[in-house]
């Protein structure tokens, strides 16, 4: 299995947004909305105390959950390092990024890091439109090249200390990035970062990891961020990795007041189409300046749990199907089982077209009970109690009327070769 078809085959993993932002508890981009100086922004990085942390707590949640993987923010916009880097003091009093590396591992899970290109604290990060200081620009000279070393040095440690890491999450570049309606001035891209050394240092440190999309020259897959794409993504027409970074409630980084929670069965949902558009969803959760995961986001993973554990197998290493799902549904596919999720519960029967030769076997994948069909003569009429037959080539599946208590059913079917 090579790197792209093991992430594909993983399908689901954990974000999480954490840093001393969690200390103000409103958002990982408090400094920008309220500008905030670093004399002001200090008192969250003096208070960042995670006595609580316990990463293995982290990773069993979201093992419970069905995740794969894990990718934990190294550094984020407001520069402040989770590690014992050794380029600047402005970092956690203990290593936070090994820890949690080693909690997944621990667990089976893929090891992965973000880390944000953009830097509100670096001394030689040139102001722009993003900036919190972008209002008051401090008069001194900065230098782009001394924080691209200072980058480069930072993905280095990342990549030689911590053992194989499967994905790094860069973020993110912004030339002619438009924000709340305005075009940013001084964005950034390719140039500044040094994208294409940071790249090939990349490739030679770690071979076999996969880098996101976002410094400005391609990667090796693309991130759609807080929407659904509406089907299998492509770059110039041609199909492309993609993985899919959704919030729970709106908020990366911790958000005490933010109640915005997307239900367990809408998360469910969102997991089920991304896998059914080939691509792999990564769910965050911000834990709170203690370290601790909040209770609303835990109730979600595991509610997310109580469902994968009686359906994983419609998840993980499963991709789209060459079959239409019917309306309310939708397929995924694992070699000859076919997997129907059924959004919206039907009355009675649903209608596979262009199954009918297919079909071998069908069962609900919760409790592994036989689900009957039949193939209705096309050429029946309507009459009465009995209904019409279906289009030539469609198998019916005859439903109870109550559905199973699980956030959404799932049939099981067993495909005969074509
Ligand atoms: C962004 C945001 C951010 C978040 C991220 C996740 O572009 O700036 O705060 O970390 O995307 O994908």
Redesign the pocket.
Known sequence: MNSVERFQERRFGM?V?WGAYAVAARN??MRNREKTSDADYQRYVDHFDPDLYDPAAWAALGSEAGMRYGVL?AK??DGYCLWPTDQTGYRSRRDLVGPFLKALRERGMGAGL?Y?L?DWHHPQFPIDGLHPLRDDPPADPRDIAVYRSYLHAQVRELLTRYGTIDQL?L??SYVGHVHEGQEVWGGKGAADWGSAELLAMIRTLQPGLLVNDRMDVPGDFV?P?QYQPSAPMTVDGKPVTWEA?QTMNGS??YDRENRDFKSVGLLVRMLIDTVAKDGNLLL?VGPNARGEIDPSSADRLRGIGRWMRLHQRSIHGCGPSSFTAPPDCRFTQRGDRLYLHLFAWPFDAVHLPGLADRLRYAQFLHDGSEIAHEIADPDRPAYATSSAGQERGTVTLLLPTQPPDVEVPVIEIFLAPS
Request: glycine residues 6%; negative net charge; hydrophobic residues 30%.
């Open positions: 974000f947004h990982e981009w923010t984020h916009h973000y944000s953009i999450f973020d993110f991130t961020e970074c990366w980084g965050n």
